[in-house]
């Protein structure tokens, strides 16, 4: 797929790349610039899609660092990643 830069510095996000994405105007996107060049695109979910994410019982406290991880876990694997 391509998409042409404009003098704003602006670009539109293919169809089927947004579809993939199940991303809509006014949606967020999250940008990753990887070391190698690669740039990854994500959505950027809502709060509300972690409810029910930790289900289960956890018997210690949990450091942000690991629900941070926890979270892009899922969401990773909730897009196929």
Same mark, same amino acid.
């Given at each position: 797929? /391509?998409? !042409?830069?404009?003098?704003?510095?602006?670009?539109?996000? %293919? =169809? %089927?790349?947004?579809? &993939?994405?199940?991303?809509? %105007? +006014?949606?967020? #996107?999250?940008?990753?610039? &990887?070391? /190698? +060049?690669? #740039?990854?695109?994500?959505? =950027?979910?809502? #709060?509300?899609?972690?409810?029910?994410?930790f289900?289960?019982?956890? /018997?210690r406290?949990? %450091? !942000? *660092?690991?629900?941070?991880?926890?979270? *892009?876990?899922?969401? !990773?694997? *909730?897009?196929?990643?």
């Amino acid at each position: 797929m /391509d998409s !042409a830069l404009t003098s704003k510095g602006q670009m539109t996000i %293919p =169809k %089927p790349a947004r579809e &993939h994405l199940k991303v809509r %105007p +006014g949606d967020r #996107v999250k940008i990753f610039l &990887h070391p /190698d +060049g690669s #740039v990854v695109l994500l959505p =950027k979910l809502p #709060v509300s899609c972690l409810k029910g994410m930790f289900s289960g019982r956890v /018997d210690r406290p949990v %450091p !942000a *660092e690991e629900m941070g991880v926890a979270a *892009e876990n899922a969401a !990773a694997e *909730e897009f196929g990643r």
